[in-house]
């Protein structure tokens, strides 16, 4: 199942781009579902809620913090 298809109480795989991020690794709940507008698309997208941050669905990163270690797959 893609990222996109995801929903709230579904399990996705947080993981981390650095050596310390991945050893927090683990697999969590989505807890949030939104959508957001691509303003260059013009299309829909949907993020999810994972812990305290925002994801998006398209490639996992993490949408409410452009900085974070971490992003879901």
């Known amino acids: ?3 996109i298809d995801k929903n709230i109480g579904d ?3 947080l993981d981390g781009y650095t050596s310390m991020a991945q050893q ?3 697999e969590v709940v989505i807890t ?3 959508y957001r507008f691509d303003t260059i698309t013009g299309e829909n997208f949907k993020i999810v809620q994972v812990n305290d ?3 998006d669905t398209r490639d996992g990163s993490n949408y409410s913090n452009l900085n974070s270690m971490y992003y879901i797959e």
């Open 1 to 3: 199942m893609e990222l």
């Open 11 to 13: 399990m996705v795989y």
């Open 24 to 26: 927090n690794s683990g």
């Open 32 to 34: 949030g579902v939104d």
């Open 53 to 55: 941050g925002w994801y």
